[in-house]
Antibody
Framework: VQLVQSGAEVKKPGESLRISCKTSGYSFTSYWIGWVRQMPGKGLEWMGIIYPRDSDARFSPSFRGHVSISVDKSISTAYLQWSSLKASDTAMYYC??????????????WGQGTMVSVSS | DIQMTQSPSSLSASVGDSVTITCQASQDISNYLNWYQQKPGKAPSLLIYDTSNLEGGVPPRFSGSGSGTSFTLTVTSLQVEDVATYYCQQYDDLPHTFGQGTKLEIK
């Protein structure tokens, strides 16, 4: 199993952004994929999760409405997207897949992280 | 949201020591509790799921216990490679909140 995330991004406030998480080595449509934020020097924050088979997505109230999560089943890739970035979005973002088939529970495989820097 | 509170926030121990990290949930989460290890500059990795089950490849010096609202992660025979920040996570209810982390250092 591999999760390979897109490279670091440097953006300005108000800009849009989509980062990716390309997966391989397992049945992409059968396991929930989640996103986790880690602000500089801080802890882990659960953002949201999506089931690739039907794109059913669930969000933390802290992130709902500010980010969107999507998938492209044809290339086994998940995305995290912002329409208008803020400086407070500066963080490392990790994708990860749930351990159990068709359930969201522990994340047992993680991407390497994508650093997003937002500054004017 | 369910709040997860870890203690201590940091600790320092010697090679060979045993250490215990606690995690308190703001409400009953049964055994829906995971532990992760994050080494400096790396992505987190799953250590323990469902309170007490070791993920594959995790050394048996790691163990977890608890139920309801109170949980512990114990590391026996501490090794240099155990230097990391440890996080608990509940998955009883969305969002699957993490504790604030416990930074483990070697004396």
């Amino acid at each position: 199993v591999q999760l390979v995330q897109s490279g670091a991004e440097v953006k300005k406030p108000g800009e849009s952004l989509r980062i990716s998480c390309k997966t391989s080595g397992y049945s992409f449509t059968s396991y929930w994929i989640g996103w986790v934020r880690q602000m500089p020097g801080k802890g882990l924050e659960w953002m949201g999760i999506i089931y690739p088979r039907d794109s059913d997505a669930r969000f933390s109230p802290s992130f709902r409405g500010h980010v969107s999560i999507s998938v492209d089943k044809s290339i086994s890739t998940a995305y995290l997207q912002w329409s208008s970035l803020k400086a407070s979005d500066t963080a490392m973002y990790y994708c990860a897949i749930s351990r159990r088939l068709a359930r969201y529970d522990a994340f047992n495989f993680w991407g390497q992280g994508t650093m997003v820097s937002v500054s004017s | 949201d369910i709040q997860m509170t870890q203690s201590p926030s940091s600790l320092s121990a010697s090679v060979g020591d045993s250490v215990t990290i606690t995690c308190q949930a703001s409400q009953d989460i049964s055994n829906y509790l995971n532990w992760y290890q994050q080494k400096p500059g790396k992505a987190p990795s799953l250590l323990i799921y469902d309170t007490s089950n070791l993920e594959g490849g995790v050394p048996p010096r790691f163990s977890g216990s608890g139920s309801g609202t109170s949980f512990t992660l114990t590391v026996t025979s501490l090794q240099v490679e155990d230097v990391a920040t440890y996080y608990c996570q509940q998955y009883d209810d969305l969002p699957h909140t993490f504790g604030q982390g416990t930074k483990l250092e070697i004396k």
